[in-house]
């Protein structure tokens, strides 16, 4: 049974950074596709970035590229997203998610979801 459990949001100005992290219990977190997700008060679930398993290739959603940074650290059974350049638009619920997958749809997970945790972006 794998758990995640987020950390690291909070409440910043428009331009700041702030990073989020995740930590997975569970068993053979190496083999997992992880990402993160979020999303908004009346909004649909927004891809935000993977890491891959074998090669740690990393992928992002159009509206963070060059903003924001996923890495993973097998050792510690845990991720990180890096926000930089944090815009009102990023305001969300931002979800750990293992076994993520890019479908013909879109990105999606076949796997866990945390509780997520809330970003916070005034202007």
């Known amino acids: 049974q794998v758990q995640l459990v987020e950390s690291g949001g909070g409440s910043v100005q428009a331009g700041d950074s702030l990073s989020l992290a995740c930590t997975f219990t569970g068993r053979n977190f190496a083999t997992y596709n992880m990402g993160w997700f979020r999303q908004a008060p009346g909004h649909e679930r927004e891809f935000v970035a993977a890491?891959?398993?074998?090669?740690?290739?990393?992928h992002y959603g159009d509206s963070v590229k060059g903003r924001f940074a996923i890495s993973r650290d097998n050792a510690k059974n845990t991720i990180s997203l890096q926000m930089t350049n944090l815009k009102p638009d990023d305001t969300a619920k931002y979800f750990c998610?293992?076994?993520?997958?890019?479908?013909?749809?879109?990105?999606?997970?076949?796997?866990?979801w945390g509780q997520g945790t809330q970003v916070t972006v005034s202007s």
């Open positions: 890491i891959m398993r074998n090669d740690g290739r990393t």
């Open positions: 998610v293992s076994d993520v997958v890019e479908l013909s749809s879109g990105w999606g997970s076949f796997g866990s």
